[in-house]
């Protein structure tokens, strides 16, 4: 059994970067063929897509967010970062690690693993 379990700091201040990690347990973040993408929800609004890191370690991120957003992974740890920068009071969401077999899905049942969520706020 895959478990995912996000982690990062509840609350941050206006026009800073916000980091949050995804650690993953029962399976490896290189096997082949999964993504594995972090996905946000703000308030009262749907999932929104924001990137991937593959298997292969390789990168792609959603267009809303790549000037700002950067993807990583510490293989011996088996965890995924997200570094999303100069943050504003709109990034308040839940924030969402998933594992597809691809990449850019914003529907829950096209991940067949995801985390518990992080709530993170944006405030001064």
């Known amino acids: 059994q895959v478990q995912l379990q996000e982690s990062g700091p509840g609350l941050v201040k206006p026009s800073q970067t916000l980091s949050l990690t995804c650690t993953v347990s029962?399976?490896?973040?290189?096997?082949?063929?999964?993504?594995w993408s972090w996905i946000r929800q703000p308030p009262g609004k749907g999932l929104e897509w924001m990137g991937a890191i593959a298997y292969s370690g390789s990168t792609v991120y959603s267009p809303s967010f790549k000037s700002r957003t950067s993807i990583s992974r510490d293989t011996s740890k088996n965890q995924v970062t997200l570094q999303l920068s100069s943050v504003t009071p709109e990034d308040t969401a839940v924030y969402y690690c998933?594992?597809?077999?691809?990449?850019?899905?914003?529907?829950?049942?096209?991940?067949?693993?995801w985390g518990q969520g992080t709530q993170v706020t944006v405030s001064s």
């Open positions: 029962g399976g490896s973040i290189t096997d082949d063929p999964y993504y």
């Open positions: 998933a594992r597809a077999t691809g990449f850019g899905w914003s529907r829950k049942e096209e991940y067949d693993y």
